[in-house]
């Protein structure tokens, strides 16, 4: 019984590992784009990653020829955590 518990926790922590993901991906694509900043998609976006990109930018220089490359760092790291814990745990 504690094996199928902890494997239901880990299932929903990589799965919101994943979506996570997508949503730095979702956020990176849209700033090609200019999106309206008044969107209420846009600003929920930008709330989500923000934290992310304002931890490694604190740490890492993540700007590089007027490209911020904050988003592929974070994104580098949550697919290290994704396949870290699919091989710990499944």
């Known amino acids: 019984m504690?094996?199928?518990?902890?494997?239901?926790?880990?299932?929903?922590?990589?799965?919101?590992?994943?979506?996570?993901?997508?949503?730095?991906?979702?956020?990176?694509?849209?700033?090609?784009?200019k999106p309206d900043p008044y969107n209420p998609i846009v600003q929920l976006l930008y709330r989500l990653t923000e934290p992310a990109y304002a931890l490694v930018r604190k740490y890492i220089p993540t700007v590089f020829g007027g490209m911020d490359l904050a988003?592929?760092?974070?994104?580098?790291?949550?697919?290290?955590?994704?396949?870290?814990?699919?091989s710990l745990f499944f």
């Open 2 to 33: 504690i094996d199928a518990l902890l494997t239901s926790v880990f299932t929903v922590v990589i799965s919101v590992v994943v979506l996570y993901k997508w949503i730095i991906i979702i956020a990176a694509i849209l700033t090609w784009v």
């Open 71 to 86: 988003p592929v760092i974070v994104i580098l790291i949550l697919i290290f955590i994704e396949t870290f814990l699919k």
